[in-house]
Structures are given as C-alpha cells and as structure tokens.
C-alpha cells in the first residue's frame, strides 16, 4: 500500500525557517517524481513545487521561488521542503504528492500544519 | 502562471447530475491532456477523481465522468449522492514554458 507521510509542521514566527518531511513506503520511491502542494485556511490547493526522479528538475510556483527548496533522499525514501523566509501568507497544510507524469497523481500524504505568525 | 477558473458553487438534489467547469488557456487546459478532478471533503486529503480529461481511476464511481472542449474542461456527476457533497478542484499542466501544475479555485457542490 502506497504510504506518504509528511512531518514538521510546527508554529514557526515571520522570517524564520522550516524543513518539512515526507516519508514514502510502499512503492519504489526512486522511480517516481514527487510534489508539495500546499492549502491555507479556508483556501483552495496551490502547486508549489515539483523534483524529478533525478534530481535534475526542479520547479516552483512563483510564490516560493528563491524561499524555498524541494529535495530527495532516495536512500531515505524522503522528499523534503526547506522553507526559508516564511511569511503570514506561508500559512497552511503542506501536503507531498506523488506524480504521474503529467498530473499529481492520487497518492497525497494527509498533510502537515505550518503556522506562521508571531 | 495563469490562473484557472471554476464557479465557487454548483448543486442538486439527489439523483440529479451537477457539471462543474474549468477555464484556462490552450496553454494549460486547451494544450495537454493532463487535466484531472479532486474531489475534497472537510479535513481530509484530495481525492484524484479523474486523470487525463476524462479516465476514472480505480474504485471511482462511473458517475463521475470528464470532458473538454476547447479550453474548457467539465466534470460531470450523474445520480448526485449525499456523499458527493464536497470541494472539486480542477488541476492542469502549466506547459512546458512555465513547468507546475495549475489548480483551480474550487467549487462547493451542494446535495439538496
């Protein structure tokens, strides 16, 4: 059974950082591109980043774009985020997604609260 | 990125079948195939409802069905259920000028 489980979603004040988590198990985490899409309260989903099976693609939304840092530890079968210079607007559950080339695919961790505020 | 748009509400009674669209561009919507329906309910995770315009993954309901026309997608659910009273959110490909995907704003579908 696919498993992504996301971690380290704290209360965290404006301008600080955080690094996230997800832990993948039941599928072979190495063949797969992975996402984060997060939701603030009340919101709709926003897309903010994407890793490719080797690393050697990455996007973001520009929401995030030179704050944050999506990476891989195959070994680990770990997906990260490092978020830096959060702001307010920073606020919601961040939740990792595995991709189907082409689409977030239907496999989503339940997600993990980042609050920022002061 | 270009922004998608869904109307904020759609509803019906039981039985009945509600269409949700979803604009966006031949960029996105109007370019690929990849366009695909979440279904949300309240404190739970996305649900994928379907994938490349119109296929329905496993254990998804053949009631729930997908369409595009140009640069519109649609999401139709025939025989409305109480539990199909939820959030849906379109997703797109935002092409291969500006790598990610497109979500749109979601619509609340009401179950009279």
């Known amino acids: 059974e696919v498993q992504l489980v996301e971690s380290g979603g704290r209360l965290v004040q404006p301008g600080g950082s955080l690094r996230l988590s997800c832990a993948a198990s039941g599928f072979t985490f190495s063949n797969y591109a992975m996402n984060w899409v997060r939701q603030a309260p009340g919101k709709g989903l926003e897309w903010i980043s994407y890793i490719s099976r080797t690393s050697d693609a990455i996007y973001y939304a520009d929401s995030v774009k030179g704050r944050f840092t999506i990476s891989r530890d195959d070994a680990q079968n770990s997906l990260f985020l490092q978020m830096n210079s959060l702001r307010l607007d920073d606020t919601a559950v961040y939740y990792c997604?595995?991709?189907?080339?082409?689409?977030?695919?239907?496999?989503w961790g339940q997600g993990s609260l980042v609050t920022v505020s002061s | 990125q270009s922004a998608l748009t869904q109307p904020p509400s759609a509803s019906g009674s039981p039985g009945q079948s509600v269409t949700i669209s979803c604009t966006g561009t031949n960029s996105d919507i109007g370019g690929y195939q990849y366009v695909s329906w979440f279904q949300q309910h309240p404190g739970k995770a996305p649900k994928l409802m379907i994938y490349e315009v119109s296929k329905r993954p496993s254990g998804v309901p053949d009631r729930f069905s997908g369409s595009r026309s140009g640069n519109t997608a649609s999401l139709t659910v025939s025989g409305l259920q109480p539990d199909d009273e939820a959030d849906y959110y379109c997703s797109a490909y935002a092409g291969s000028n500006n790598p990610g995907y497109l979500f749109g704003p979601g619509t609340k579908v009401t179950v009279l």
């Open positions: 997604a595995r991709d189907s080339s082409g689409y977030v695919s239907g496999y």
